[in-house]
């Protein structure tokens, strides 16, 4: 199995930072208990007000797919558009 690298690239509206902050402490414990999750961890820009970086690590593209599958990911992606800027920027990267 080959494992997974995601970076994830979220916009916020101006005054919404702590709402994407909130959702994701609410979820974290819930994702890192998953099965094949490795790594999921929120940062802010420095600098930025609204401008957000998740990196995500998991064992496998199955893995992935399941937690995408999770009742409270489907939770978030219906809340999420209320304090977006945009839908999220997902990059999946390969070793060199």
């Known amino acids: 199995m080959k494992e997974l690298k995601l970076?994830?690239?979220?916009?916020?509206?101006?005054?919404?930072?702590?709402?994407?902050?909130?959702l994701y402490e609410k979820?974290?414990?819930?994702?890192l208990k998953e099965e094949g999750c490795l790594q999921y961890e929120l940062n802010r820009v420095e600098g930025s007000d609204v401008?957000?970086?998740?990196?995500?690590?998991?064992?496998?593209?199955?893995?992935?797919a399941l937690h995408d599958?999770?009742?409270?990911?489907?939770?978030?992606?219906?809340?999420?558009?209320?304090?977006?800027?945009?839908?999220?920027t997902v990059f999946k990267l390969n070793n060199l």
């Open 27 to 31: 979820i974290k414990p819930l994702v």
């Open 51 to 64: 401008n957000f970086i998740l990196i995500e690590r998991w064992k496998s593209a199955e893995s992935l």
């Open 69 to 88: 599958e999770m009742p409270y990911m489907k939770e978030v992606d219906s809340i999420s558009p209320s304090f977006r800027a945009r839908p999220a």
């Open 7 to 22: 970076v994830i690239l979220i916009e916020v509206k101006p005054g919404k930072a702590q709402e994407q902050i909130n």
